[in-house]
């Protein structure tokens, strides 16, 4: 990635020019008139010059985001599938214990005599 800052454009300079005022404005307290830009607003624009991110850096920072969000879309379906699993599990447990007492039920009014 390069660190060398990139040339005053008519855009850039328009933004700076923008953000010179903004900052301005910011600083201004509210019962006095407004003014020009301070010292300290130029000295932040300054610092602050516009950069363009080499070609590298967008491509890893794309394919560093791709990866995050496929990532989080498996974690997301692991998520179902252990949700899923426990939750047929339950099922599973609750058939059981229903055909266990269906059964114990049949066997006894089975050997009961019928009232009739």
Do not use: C
Not at 42 to 49: P, Y
């Amino acid at each position: 990635m390069s660190s060398e800052p990139r040339k005053s454009t008519p855009d850039s300079k328009a933004l700076e020019e923008a953000l010179q005022r903004e900052l301005g404005r910011a600083l201004r307290p509210a019962s006095r008139a407004p003014r020009k830009p301070t010292g300290m607003a130029r000295r932040v624009s300054r610092v602050l010059v516009p950069v363009e991110p080499s070609q590298q850096f967008v491509n890893e920072l794309g394919r560093g985001l791709m990866s995050m969000a496929a990532r989080s879309r498996r974690s997301l379906i692991r998520r179902y599938r252990t949700a899923i699993l426990v939750g047929a599990a339950i099922f599973g447990s609750i058939a059981s214990v229903v055909g266990v007492v269906a059964l114990i039920v049949r066997q006894r009014t089975r050997g009961m005599p019928r009232a009739g």
